[in-house]
């Protein structure tokens, strides 16, 4: 009888010792305390809030850049300095892409068949193939058609909008129009696919599953998978329908590779729908609320955009106007609304191959490591006052060598980074021109950016209302213009020029 009733306490303490103690070959490396990280699990704090709460304030106090963080189950390596980072991700071999073992119904969805979890010869052949197709053209007529779709919506408000969610319509539309091949009609729409997905991504974050995958195992969540599956099948339709209609998309320049697999095409089709839809909306998001809450910033902007491509808004921009090197200005605010609100915290874990030696520290071989973009983004070594919207530090020369790494890093950086920035710029552009926007007095985000939870530890801003103000433009006549009938003395005026006046609170 005593033996039976201890039994719930024995497993109980097993239990415990495994959330609590690291691995043997792992004991050597300082660690984030458990007991609080089990707690901002439990309480579905963001992964933002808890890297700044925890983890970096551990990180400097202990001087480590190499940490262990109880995350997904398990404990793994963080690392926190941007030259450790530069090293896992330059050598693919040494560091190859982590395949999930756990239970998390996120891989179920997402499946380990695309271009972010393959290696070897798998990724190399996914890697050429979507390179090209990302580098055979910008979109930028589809994404500036897109803008003004957007700008007509906006216009049509008489309050506040939410802005985080119109971000999500956009960067959905887009990467429909672009890369799926497929018109989602987001914006205009409740879009019943987005619901379905973003129910599903809700649910698979829950935070006791989220902390113990296993429970996935010893209590399944029946109508969740059904739900993801039903989800995925939804793709494949996608999938099928664009072998019988192909068009002028990614995915179609994808089907054209016979090396590619169902499969393949199937888990490439959805990590680019998350990552063109999901981490787009984020950084969106993220831009307009640095703009918002710094109009000094967002009128130097926007006397960027009006001297490169003028006030007619019938003039669509070519691809050269849009460039970095036309908007430099513009460029500087997007690389530092990247860096301060990264919308991925981390890189999909490496894990070595062999023992190695990261920093003073020995790694054991098949150890999981995780560079974490947002605490090398935060590092006060390397950005002066790492919290602080600062755009000029993305003009002065020597930047990259701060640790600015929201696309990653080496060969396996995002191939999709220059297709971001470029519709960024477009929508930005659109807007900077039409429209002056700020926070609501009353906005939940008055003092700093509040982030929704994740269950890929995204950084997307939540409840994001902004104002906007329409830029009418006028024609006004100077002194000195002849009355009608009347002869010009040309010596007498200057032509007349376009002013912009504010009016009209949308």
Aim: charged share 20%; glycine share 4%; net charge neutral.
């Amino acid at each position: 009888m005593y033996a039976s009733a201890a039994l719930p306490l024995v497993l109980l303490l097993l239990c415990w010792y495994r959330i609590a103690i690291p691995p043997r070959n792992l004991r050597h490396l300082p660690r984030v305390a458990i007991l609080p990280l089990l707690w901002s699990y439990l309480r579905g704090e963001t992964e933002d809030c808890r890297i700044k709460r925890l983890v970096l304030p551990f990180s400097r106090d202990a001087g480590e850049q190499v940490v262990l963080v109880w995350v997904l189950g398990r404990w793994m390596v963080h690392i926190l300095d941007f030259k450790l980072a530069q090293e896992l991700c330059d050598n693919v071999v040494l560091f190859p892409k982590e395949t999930p073992d756990d239970a998390s119904l996120l891989w179920r969805f997402v499946g380990s068949a695309s271009l972010l979890m393959s290696n070897g010869e798998q990724w190399r052949k996914q890697s050429v193939l979507i390179d090209e197709a990302f580098n055979a053209r910008i979109p930028i007529a589809a994404f500036t058609s897109l803008a003004h779709n957007l700008s007509a919506i906006v216009g049509k408000k008489r309050s506040s909008v939410t802005w985080d969610k119109y971000s999500q319509r956009f960067a959905l539309d887009a990467v429909g129009s672009t890369i799926l091949g497929h018109n989602f009609n987001a914006m205009e729409t409740d879009n019943l696919f987005v619901q379905d997905y973003n129910g599903v991504m809700a649910e698979i974050a829950n935070p006791m599953y989220v902390i113990f995958p296993w429970m996935e195992c010893v209590f399944p969540r029946k109508k969740l998978i059904r739900r993801i599956d039903t989800l995925v099948d939804k793709f494949m339709q996608l999938l099928t329908d664009k072998k019988v209609n192909p068009g002028d998309d990614m995915m179609t320049f994808m089907l054209k590779d016979p090396a590619m697999s169902h499969r393949e095409l199937r888990d490439n089709m959805i990590t680019l729908f998350i990552a063109g839809h999901d981490t787009a909306a984020g950084a969106i998001s993220t831009l307009f609320y640095f703009l918002a809450r710094r109009p000094d910033i967002q009128r130097r902007a926007r006397e960027e955009v009006l001297n490169v491509l003028g006030s007619d808004l019938d003039l669509d921009p070519s691809i050269e106007q849009l460039s970095g090197v036309s908007l430099p200005y513009l460029t500087a605010c997007i690389r530092e609304a990247l860096r301060i609100n990264t919308p991925i915290s981390y890189i999909v874990p490496r894990q070595a191959s062999r023992p190695v030696q990261l920093g003073q520290y020995a790694i054991p071989a098949h150890t999981s490591l995780i560079v974490n973009i947002y605490a090398i983004h935060h590092d006060g070594r390397q950005w002066a006052s790492p919290d602080s919207f600062i755009p000029e530090r993305f003009l002065e020369r020597g930047w990259q060598k701060s640790g600015w790494l929201p696309f990653a890093l080496g060969p396996r950086q995002c191939p999709a980074r220059n297709f971001a920035m470029y519709e960024q710029r477009a929508l930005a552009a659109v807007f900077l021109r039409e429209y002056q926007w700020a926070l609501p007095e009353q906005s939940v985000h008055r003092d700093s950016l509040k982030n929704t939870v994740s269950p890929f530890a995204l950084t997307l801003p939540h409840n994001l209302e902004l104002t906007f103000t329409r830029i009418e433009k006028v024609q006004k006549m100077p002194l000195g213009v002849p009355k009608d009938g009347e002869e010009s003395d040309h010596r007498s005026f200057h032509e007349p020029r376009e002013l912009l006046t504010v009016n009209d609170r949308v």
